[in-house]
Every structure is written in C-alpha cells, then in structure tokens.
C-alpha cells in the first residue's frame, strides 16, 4: 500500500513539475496543463459511465430532476497518439438499456487546428454508421448531441487551444477552492464553426480541473453550465468524476458520472475503428479481454 501512495505522489509530482509557477502562468498555460491532465487520465483507458437525463426544476431552493431520468450505462475505450501523444481515439458501446445495447460512437480528436475532428455513431437497431458533427460547422450543421444528453460533440471535444483566445478574468474561490475565472473565445475558423461565442471557465488552481463552466451563444445569451463534482485522484491523475451539464433553454439536464476508469492498458489500436461498431462478436471479444486486465 505504501508503495502504491509513492509511486501517485511521483506522478502528481512530476505533473506539477512541468507546469510554470502559479503567479507567472499566461490562460493559454493554464489551458494547456488543463488539457494534458484530461488526456493523462485517459490514456490506454478503459471505464464505465453512468449518463443520466432529466427535465429539471427548483424544490426548496436545489435544482432537482422533474421527471423520471432516463438513465445509460456505456463502457468506454481510448488511446492517446500522434505527435507527443495529443491525439486521441476513442469508442463508447451502449451496455444499458437492453433496447439501445450496441448503439455506439466512434471518436477521433486532432490536436492539429488544420484537421478536423471526426465523429461517428452506430445505430443497432437501422444496423448502419453515421458520420455526426463535431461542431457549428457549415458541413455537418450544427453539432450532436452525445447519447441523447445535453453533452454534445463540441463539449466533449477538448484540445486544439490555439483556436481559442485565453483571458484570466480574476482569481477567485469557489466551493473553498482557489479558483482561476478564465475566459474562451473562439479565433479565426473556430469562431465560425463554434455554437458558443465565449465560455468561461472555473479551474482549480491545485488540481487543474474545471468545476464549473458557463458557455453563451453567439447574442451573449447564457445557455449552458456545467458543473463538476467528487474530484478524486483516480490512477494518479484528479479526475471529476461527475459532471452535469445544464440546458438553460430547455431547462434539461445530464449527468456524466465515472463508475470505473482503468489507464496504462493493453489497447490495440485497430480496435478504434468502424469495425468495432458494426461487428459485435470481434467488439465482444476485445472487451472481454480489456476487462480480463482489470480483474
């Protein structure tokens, strides 16, 4: 056991170390040590989510679900690659519910601001892939909603920073934590493709997590948040291991809660291809042996 705690306290050490002095650091270095704890947890990964969806309203002051939630379990694959590990692929497989088992999403995500990010979902039950949007872009239309959820590809698409001018608003606290407010807008090709016009972001100054995020569209209307909980060190790296996203304007929300999340895994890089969408028995098989390394 006592090795185990070294051996994490070496790689949040070695984290830290590569990143500037807290009182020195520009929003785009911020960004940057935000981006590459998101990419470190999920490297070789293989984890189970819980995705949850509600209209929501106000009960004795708290936010809380209206109706029912119409509740996902989904098993998840990714890898890191290309230059310096910044690219990444990924699949999530619908387990539950038995109606929607095997409808999937194949994702793959470019640092490279000139290469577009590529986004597929499989359909079971029409038996055929679809090639989705991962952004406001004039050729996709506008981007797709995750599983149903108020997620969408554009939200869970991180990276490509350089599409994004950075502005450190103030330093604040929030929930007790010492906070940088900090501000995105989207430049250049990013601003036209972009369904937001800004997001402000809410990142813990220790941990390098965002807590909470607000987008606005393109008339400065505020029309989502995000909010992160139960921050926890997960294989080394913290990790929000619930995040729920709201839809102000149709007053809706999902929650994104890691059940299980494995890293430094055995994952064959043929397995993040169409193939593993349309072709139950070789998916089945690979996740099989993926969950036989975890045992």
Same mark, same amino acid.
């Given at each position: 056991m006592h090795r185990k705690v070294d051996v994490l306290t070496a790689v949040v050490a070695t984290f830290l170390m590569s990143i500037p002095n807290a009182e020195e650091r520009t929003g785009h270095e911020i960004m940057a040590a935000v981006e590459k704890m998101i990419r470190s947890s999920n490297d070789s990964s293989f984890a189970r989510v819980k995705l949850?969806?509600?209209?929501?309203?106000?009960?004795?002051?708290?936010?809380?679900?209206?109706?029912?939630?119409?509740?996902?379990?989904?098993?998840?694959?990714?890898?890191?690659?290309?230059? !310096?590990?910044?690219? @990444?692929?990924?699949?999530?497989?619908?387990? $539950? #519910? &038995? *109606?929607?088992? /095997?409808?999937?999403?194949?994702?793959?995500?470019?640092?490279?601001?000139?290469?577009?990010?590529?986004?597929?979902?499989?359909?079971?039950?029409?038996?055929?892939? !679809?090639?989705?949007? @991962?952004?406001?872009?004039?050729?996709?239309? $506008? #981007? &797709? *909603?995750?599983? /149903?959820?108020?997620?969408?590809?554009?939200?869970?698409?991180?990276?490509?920073?350089e599409d994004y001018q950075f502005n450190i608003l103030s330093q604040t606290e929030l929930n007790g934590r010492s906070v940088w407010k900090l501000e995105a807008m989207p430049v250049s090709e990013k601003a036209r493709k972009s369904r937001y016009s800004r997001i402000v972001y809410y990142i813990d100054k220790e941990r390098y997590v965002s807590l909470r995020s607000e987008m606005y569209d393109k008339y400065g209307n505020h029309i989502k948040r995000s909010i992160s909980s139960k921050v926890e060190m997960m294989n080394g790296h913290w990790v929000a291991r619930s995040v729920t996203m709201f839809n102000l304007v149709s007053n809706r929300l999902s929650n994104m809660a890691t059940v299980t999340r494995n890293i430094g895994l055995n994952i064959d890089e043929d397995f993040l291809t169409q193939r593993s969408l349309v072709d139950s028995a070789y998916r089945e098989n690979v996740l099989n042996q993926l969950r036989s390394q975890i045992k």
């Open positions: 949850s969806n509600c209209k929501f309203g106000i009960k004795a002051d708290r936010i809380t679900c209206a109706e029912k939630p119409r509740v996902k379990i989904l098993e998840t694959v990714a890898i890191n690659l290309g230059d !310096k590990m910044k690219d @990444t692929k990924s699949i999530s497989i619908t387990l $539950e #519910p &038995a *109606s929607e088992r /095997g409808v999937g999403m194949l994702n793959y995500t470019y640092h490279q601001t000139d290469r577009e990010n590529q986004t597929w979902l499989y359909l079971s039950a029409l038996g055929r892939i !679809k090639r989705i949007a @991962t952004g406001a872009s004039n050729e996709y239309g $506008e #981007p &797709a *909603s995750i599983f /149903g959820s108020e997620f969408t590809t554009e939200d869970i698409n991180y990276g490509k920073i």
